[in-house]
T-cell receptor
Framework: DQQVKQNSPSLSVQEGRISILNCDYT??????FLWYKKYPAEGPTFLIS?????DKNEDGRFTVFLNKSAKHLSLHIVPSQPGDSAVYFC???????????????FGKGTLLTVNP | NAGVTQTPKFQVLKTGQSMTLQCAQD?????MSWYRQDPGMGLRLIHY???????DQGEVPNGYNVSRSTTEDFPLRLLSAAPSQTSVYFC??????????????FGSGTRLTVV
């Protein structure tokens, strides 16, 4: 059972436009959510996170929105740049699950391509 | 400023062989973990550790062993390699208790092929 779902394997946008990457989760115990970016032949790098007590977190061009009732989060990149082309992973953790609060569950990833 | 170092970067094994993937971090992170990445499967947790002497299983632990004798090192052992273990392996580490900066630091990966 996939607890973190990224239903779009790929997304293509034009430079300067907004990129919206979506993520859904099924485990109601998840209370912390993160996005990672991964370039080919490199390890993932942490991008931005959000706690379940918030519904929005912003860091420069990157904003993450959390809709707890819908169990949905999204990552907005504005404006998109060619260097943003990478695979983006959504991840979640549950702080109340008896010691497993450092275990991240990842989605399958979305390949973002930003065209010049 | 090495971060998380994984060795080797590439490895080819024959079915039945054993080997150890090395992971070392110099950030004094308490938490370390191993993930595997397969096409269309995302990142799946193999084993993790919240400190020296403490390890636990993740989502896909079968065929792998770990130990954590020091804070810095978290090796992953393949006991008897199988073609199903062909994958890219990532080691990751983080602090514990500071959720505000709760991002993992990942190594650059080990690409393993079992033939």
């Amino acid at each position: 059972d996939q607890q973190v779902k990224q239903n779009s394997p790929s997304l293509s946008v034009q430079e300067g436009r907004i990129s919206i990457l979506n993520c859904d989760y099924t485990n109601s115990m998840f209370d912390y959510f993160l996005w990672y970016k991964k370039y080919p032949a490199e390890g993932p790098t942490f991008l931005i996170s959000i706690s379940s007590i918030k519904d929005k977190n912003e860091d420069g061009r990157f904003t993450v929105f959390l809709n707890k009732s819908a169990k949905h989060l999204s990552l907005h990149i504005v404006p998109s740049q060619p260097g943003d082309s990478a695979v983006y992973f959504c991840a979640a953790s549950a702080s109340r699950s008896g010691g497993s609060n450092y275990k991240l569950t990842f989605g399958k990833g979305t390949l973002l391509t930003v065209n010049p | 400023n090495a971060g998380v170092t994984q060795t080797p970067k590439f490895q080819v094994l024959k079915t039945g062989q054993s080997m150890t993937l090395q992971c070392a971090q110099d950030m004094n992170h308490e938490y370390m973990s191993w993930y595997r990445q397969d096409p269309g499967m995302g990142l799946r947790l193999i084993h993790y550790s919240v400190g020296a002497g403490i390890t636990d299983q993740g989502e896909v632990p079968n065929g792998y062993n770990v130990s954590r004798s020091t804070t810095e090192d978290f090796p992953l052992r393949l006991l008897s390699a199988a073609p199903s273990q062909t994958s890219v392996y990532f080691c990751a580490s983080s602090y514990v208790g500071d959720r505000a900066s709760y991002g993992y630091t990942f190594g650059s990966g080990t690409r393993l092929t079992v033939v």
